[in-house]
């Protein structure tokens, strides 16, 4: 980097969060640069790693703002924070058309409401990592050249500190790639934090989470390593509750077979069947969905002694619907199954002690068969995923892990990404974007997820327009 120039707006992070703020403020006329730590074209990070969808909770990211304001409010129950979550429903449909204006494109995947926006061309069905040339990795290539054509300048360094002059912030400190010296001053009128959350963070992980990182499954490209928090913090950032990661239960082989994550995600198997412990028993409510049993098993004392266990209905029924499916891909990809006639030989097999799990299952069968799971000793949700028997051999264990894919927590913004103080006043000059920021996902037990796409192209885009409206004002 050598460049003396100030700029209006200066972004840490060139992930989707990044890339539409940036592209977002260049064409309203502001001068702008781009910090990206990686290198290359295609530099890793979340926003490249990821499926594509642009949804809300699990919603078309087009319907009615009043209906995305429900939606938003179930998912999290109820903890989102209102402005956040006003400001997420009514932008996110015209986040979606400036992005295709930008030059993405999208297709829909049938009647399925969530998938309507999905960025082409889209990942295949297959087990594992699969992102090069497709609709993210594309998506992201052609943000970076808009940038470029639109005379944003990019840098491949790392911002490390924030420079701040009566309680303002006036630049960042970038790491020199050459040594010398250590660090160079890049001054702007505005710096918006992009860095993409902590979770590729052991310490953090640890101080915030209480999660032993060496026993969860990096989910993702662990790009983000909490530079944004760092460096908010030191101005005086306010932060939502940290504790909860957005992520999925996967196979427990995914630390050493690199083709059985980060697909698929084996939370249909555990959400319809039941998660069980080596002790053969069930250890929380896996009718609260994926996310919250991934975060229960994160926190075992043993989390990687969680088992999902099923039937022969569950492996041919809700095994093969889910968008890349357990059943066949987890055996294409060598992952382990394992199967038995009855549940005394698959406890043999996997080592779960054998009566407690019959046990366990007979108890929650009985519940099914009742329409009682919610007065088993450990509830079980019957709604909105319902439950089914274990009663059809052969029967199935897959052993499992907490995926982690990003975290729910971190910087606490207005609407238009403005970080606010820990006296309740936003910082002067700074903004943060996308999954370096909180208070929009998490939500009780932990469960709620909005969707990391739209949520970062949508606070993007808003706080550019925030920016150009104030150094134009
Ligand atoms: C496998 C997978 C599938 C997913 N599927 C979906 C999906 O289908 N739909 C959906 O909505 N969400 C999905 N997500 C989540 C979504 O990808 C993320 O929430 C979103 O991309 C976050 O975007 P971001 O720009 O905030 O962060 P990122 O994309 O992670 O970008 C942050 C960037 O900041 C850079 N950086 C970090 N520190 C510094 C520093 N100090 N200086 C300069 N640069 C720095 C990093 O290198 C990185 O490039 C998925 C995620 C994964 C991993």
């Known amino acids: 980097m050598n460049t003396n120039e100030p700029f209006d707006v200066v972004v840490v992070g060139g992930g989707i969060a990044g890339l539409s703020a940036a592209n977002r403020a260049a064409q309203q006329g502001l001068k702008v640069a781009l910090l990206e730590r990686g290198t290359g074209p295609q530099y890793l990070c979340n926003s490249r790693y990821s499926g594509g969808v642009l949804h809300i909770a699990m919603h078309n990211a087009k319907d009615a703002p009043e209906k995305l304001m429900d939606v938003i ?3 999290t129950g109820g903890k989102a924070d209102p402005e956040l979550a006003h400001a997420l429903a009514t932008t996110a449909g015209r986040a979606i058309d400036w992005l295709r204006d930008e030059g993405a494109k999208y297709i829909r995947v049938g ?5 309507q926006h999905v960025l082409a061309p889209p990942r295949p069905i297959v087990a594992g990592l699969d992102w090069k040339g497709r609709g993210p990795d594309v998506t992201l ?61 052991p310490a953090l992980v640890s101080e915030h989470m209480g999660i032993d990182f060496t026993k969860v499954k990096t989910r993702g490209a662990g790009t983000g390593i909490g530079d944004g928090m760092r460096m908010a913090r030191a101005m005086g950032a306010q932060f939502s509750e940290l504790k909860y990661f957005y992520g999925h239960m996967l196979s427990r082989d995914s630390f050493t077979n690199d083709k059985v994550w980060p697909y698929p995600q084996l939370d249909e198997l555990g959400t ?29 004392a043993n989390p990687l002694s969680a088992w999902a266990i099923l039937d ?17 891909q987890l055996a294409n990809a060598g992952g382990t199954i394992i199967r038995a ?50 009663i059809k051999a052969p029967y199935y264990a897959v052993p499992l892990c907490a995926g982690m894919t990003y975290t729910f927590g971190g910087i606490f913004t207005d ?18 974007v996308g999954a370096t920021t909180g208070g929009l996902e998490g939500g009780t037990n932990g469960g709620g997820y909005v969707g990391g796409l739209i949520k970062g192209i949508t606070f993007g885009m808003r706080a550019a327009e925030h920016i150009a409206l104030s150094l134009k004002g």
């Open 73 to 75: 409010k179930d998912a």
């Open 111 to 115: 009647n399925i409401v969530w998938q």
């Open 141 to 201: 290539r052609q943000l970076v050249a808009n940038l470029e054509k639109r005379g944003g300048k990019l840098f491949r360094l790392p911002a490390v500190t924030l420079m701040e002059k009566e309680g303002q912030c006036i630049g960042v400190e970038v790491a020199a790639n050459d040594g010398t010296p250590a660090t160079q001053p890049l001054h702007a009128r505005a710096v918006v934090l992009a860095d993409g959350g902590y979770q590729g963070n």
């Open 272 to 300: 319809v069947g039941i998660v069980a412990n080596d002790a053969g028993e069930r250890f929380v409510n896996e009718g609260l969905g994926g996310v919250f049993v991934a975060n229960t098993i994160a926190r075992l």
């Open 312 to 328: 022969h209905a569950i492996w041919e029924g809700p095994g093969r619907t889910a968008r890349i499916p357990a059943n066949p």
């Open 341 to 390: 006639d009855t549940l005394a030989e698959l406890a043999a097999k996997t080592g779960i002690a054998a009566a407690p799990l019959e046990a366990t299952v007979r108890s929650y069968n009985d519940a099914l068969a009742a329409g009682k799971t919610e007065n088993l000793t450990l509830p079980r949700s019957a709604k909105p995923i319902v439950p089914m028997p274990i």
């Open 415 to 432: 609407g238009d990404g403005r970080v606010m103080s820990t006296r309740g006043a936003p910082i002067a000059g700074l903004y943060a």
